[in-house]
């Protein structure tokens, strides 16, 4: 059941009221500097929705910051406070460590390595938000990657992971 604060900002396709939101769970979880900072990018960055996104993203464009988020995948994927928070940070934490501008190393086929490059840092960035930020893994996650199916079942954090039945071979 989508959160109504979330289904009106959707409405009113208010992507600066989400971004609102998220820091509103951060302050709720008690993590007053991912709350400054959200509401930082509240403030300075342009929020908007993106056809071509299809989740999220943070960066720079010309110069100030961007939040980019993909409405369909909002509306279909995140019905709370939690799972748009986590959804922002998986985002911001992706530039905060440089994930986009590793170096492909020797050896590494140069049209594989964006796809290798994002399923690592997807799984480093999920597992750190997961142990040190949200304390659990978000709701959505259930519904976004495919249980029995490489490499989505490699996204899900190992304690979920390890609690869906199996396939029997």
């Not at 998220?22 to 342009?46: K, N, P, T």
């Not at 992706?94 to 796809?115: N, Q």
Request: glycine letters at 8%; aromatic letters at 8%; a negative charge.
């Amino acid at each position: 059941m989508k959160d109504p604060a979330i289904a009106r900002a959707l409405a009113a396709e208010d992507a600066r009221g989400l971004l609102a939101i998220a820091a509103e769970a951060a302050r709720h979880l008690d993590r007053s500097g991912v709350f400054f900072v959200l509401l930082h990018f509240q403030e300075v960055a342009e929020v908007d929705f993106r056809e071509r996104v299809e989740s999220a993203c943070i960066g720079m464009v010309g110069g100030r910051p961007a939040v980019y988020l993909g409405k369909r995948f909002v509306e279909e994927f995140v019905d709370t406070p939690a799972d748009l928070l986590h959804l922002l940070l998986h985002e911001l934490m992706h530039s905060l460590r440089g994930d986009l501008w590793r170096p492909r190393p020797t050896g590494i086929d140069e049209c594989a390595w964006p796809l290798l490059r994002n399923l690592a840092a997807d799984m480093l960035v999920n597992a750190d938000l997961e142990h040190t930020v949200l304390g659990t893994t978000p709701g959505y996650f259930g519904n976004l990657y495919s249980r029995m199916e490489f490499p989505g079942n490699l996204l899900i954090p190992p304690c979920q992971l390890l609690a869906l039945p199996r396939a029997i071979a």
